[in-house]
């Protein structure tokens, strides 16, 4: 499931960021979570290495979504 979800989104990259609308907004958004979510349960086992990296993942794609 994880390599899908990597798959959708290098292939809807650039579709989603704030500029482009509320619907759009909200699935990039979405989209962020699900992928910084999927971090931490992969790296559980590891707490601040899943906690550093969840946030990371998310702070750079509330980002990119920010300035796309």
Do not use: C, D, K, N
């Amino acid at each position: 499931m994880r390599i899908a979800w990597l798959a959708w989104l290098w292939r809807h990259f650039t579709e989603y960021g704030y500029s482009q609308g509320l619907l759009p907004a909200a699935i990039g958004t979405s989209a962020v979570l699900v992928t910084a979510a999927l971090v931490w349960f992969s790296l559980h086992r590891h707490r601040p290495l899943a906690v550093a990296l969840s946030g990371l993942v998310t702070a750079l794609g509330i980002g990119w979504l920010a300035f796309h």
